[in-house]
């Protein structure tokens, strides 16, 4: 393949000098044309008539000078929207886990919502582990929330004695793969002296006061004990163990930055829908992949295809700052230097009063703008001047 493509640039390198045509292909490209070259059985004519026709198709894809690339971006992605449906999708028909999907999703993706509805992680594992079923359920097991009650045999309240009585299931501890002197700790260092453990009998006291509501507060403990989580990671709820072509956990909720951490987890393919957490764990630039990454995902998932450069100029306007800012009022269009242009955008009144206060000018340097008190756009034609030079008549 590396003489292939050392061939096509020796190619590019003769066109140039004998056509004049100045081609500059990306190396995405390069590798496409030696693969069809090798796929197709290309002739070295053939090969050298495709590198011009590329070229040509190449040039036109270019946006021209004065194109409104903003209101074509702003158009391409909003248009497809409209069709969009407002469903959830369920991960191998487990309803406990849901995705947020469609308008609502983009929505999400477009206001940089810190919350979002529903966070997930993919959790991807290094070569030596993606295979190993053992060592998966094991890491699933110790990220996923697990509480007392998921490995409760039988449970009680003795109103006599006043206490709370339990036995812990051994095999559903062992299927979860979790130690039992670790949970026998947590429970101790919860409850303290109210704890006694008996082998698999937990009993709980609870000390009689004067209070009116003793039995709600019995049940209360009851219901502390029951609740108290013996494994997990922080905002991190339940997990789903998938088999593909290798083994992945999909997750309720997401902490990328302890995910990462971990040991066999492959640090390239692990993934979160939230935006705002891939910046501060991985940087803008991630920040900003992901956010082209979540769209495009979304709006395919509907059916819809809009080309890409729409949405990388999105996602270069959110993150050209550093940080990521939402399209809305609160970021984007609510920060526009013109008066005019985020008065036109939402809270009018607002925005004309506070500019009228503080005696701002607004240059007329935006579309918007110009637009509002008629006068040419500086767009497209609009963006060229023409001047006479009346000295030299």
Do not use: C
């Amino acid at each position: 393949m590396d003489e292939i493509r050392t061939k096509i640039n020796e190619m590019i390198a003769e066109i140039n000098e004998t056509e004049n045509l100045d081609i500059a292909f990306p190396d995405s490209y390069i590798e496409d044309l030696a693969e069809h070259y090798i796929s197709r059985d290309l002739t070295d004519d053939e090969l050298r008539e495709l590198i011009i026709k590329l070229k040509l198709a190449y040039d036109r894809a270019h946006v021209e000078a004065g194109e409104a690339v903003g209101t074509v971006a702003a158009q391409s992605v909003g248009e497809p929207g409209t069709q969009m449906t407002m469903r959830t999708f369920h991960y191998a028909g487990v309803t406990e886990l849901n995705v947020t999907l469609g308008l609502p999703r983009l929505i999400e993706i477009v206001d940089a919502r810190e919350k979002i509805k529903t966070p997930t992680m993919d959790i991807y594992f290094t070569d030596e582990y993606k295979n190993d079923e053992e060592f998966v359920r094991t890491l699933a097991n110790k990220i996923g929330k697990s509480t007392i009650n998921d490995i409760l045999k039988d449970f009680n309240l003795n109103y006599g004695t006043m206490e709370v009585e339990a036995v812990l299931d051994n095999k559903k501890i062992a299927e979860k793969r979790l130690d039992r002197e670790e949970i026998n700790a947590k429970i101790e260092k919860q409850f303290k002296k109210a704890t006694k453990i008996d082998g698999d009998d937990v009993t709980i006291s609870f000390t009689k006061t004067d209070s009116d509501f003793v039995i709600r507060e019995l049940r209360l403990l009851a219901d502390k004990f029951r609740d108290l989580q013996i494994s997990g990671i922080k905002n991190i709820g339940r997990v789903i163990i998938r088999r593909d072509d290798e083994w992945i956990i999909h997750t309720e909720g997401s902490n990328l930055k302890e995910v990462l951490s971990m040991e066999g987890i492959d640090q390239v393919r692990t993934t979160t829908n939230n935006i705002h957490e891939i910046g501060q764990v991985l940087g803008i630039e991630a920040a900003r992949q992901s956010i082209i990454d979540e769209a495009q995902k979304t709006l395919s998932e509907q059916g819809l295809s809009v080309d890409v450069r729409h949405i990388m100029l999105v996602a270069d306007i959110m993150t050209s700052e550093g940080v990521v800012k939402s399209i809305g009022r609160h970021g984007i269009s609510g920060e526009k230097s013109s008066v005019l242009a985020r008065a036109a955008f939402e809270e009018t009144g607002k925005h004309l009063l506070h500019a009228s206060i503080r005696g701002e000018v607004d240059d007329l340097t935006g579309i918007i703008e110009n637009i509002i008190i008629g006068q040419p756009i500086p767009l497209g034609t609009g963006s060229v001047g023409v001047k006479m030079d009346y000295k030299n008549k």
